[in-house]
């Protein structure tokens, strides 16, 4: 399993951004997606995560009510909207994929992660 993630920018404070990520399997619809980021100096941390049905989202405290993840499983991509847009939120993102299992915020869990799409927001 390939991710590719994509979408990263450049914004100011308030602004939005929406990512991709397009695995490439032939049985994306089996496999949960999540979505992690990296800040400057910071531990990779847990953003939301969608399962395979698409039928259940979690996501960190930190971004609920701002930050939106969905997918098209005809298009073998996963998205996160990310909307009202702080400082905190620079980081590199990350797209990661589980097999056939529920939603998880636990990074180890996930089997195969993406490169990765630099995301950096200014005050």
């Known amino acids: 399993v390939q991710l590719q993630a994509s979408g990263g920018g450049s914004v100011q404070a308030g602004g939005s951004l929406r990512l991709s990520c397009v695995a490439s399997?032939?049985?994306?619809?089996?496999?949960?997606m999540g979505w992690f980021r990296q800040g400057p100096g910071k531990e990779r941390e847990f953003v939301a995560s969608?399962?395979?049905?698409?039928?259940?989202?979690v996501y960190a405290d930190s971004v609920k009510g701002r930050f939106t993840i969905s997918r098209d499983n005809a298009k073998s991509t996963v998205y996160l909207q990310m909307n009202s847009l702080k400082p905190e939120d620079t980081a590199v993102y990350y797209c990661a994929a589980r097999w056939f299992l529920d939603v998880t915020r636990l990074a180890k869990e996930y089997e195969y992660w993406g490169q990765g799409t630099e995301v950096t927001v200014s005050s």
């Open positions: 399997v032939h049985t994306f619809n089996k496999w949960t």
């Open positions: 969608i399962s395979w049905r698409g039928s259940d989202t």
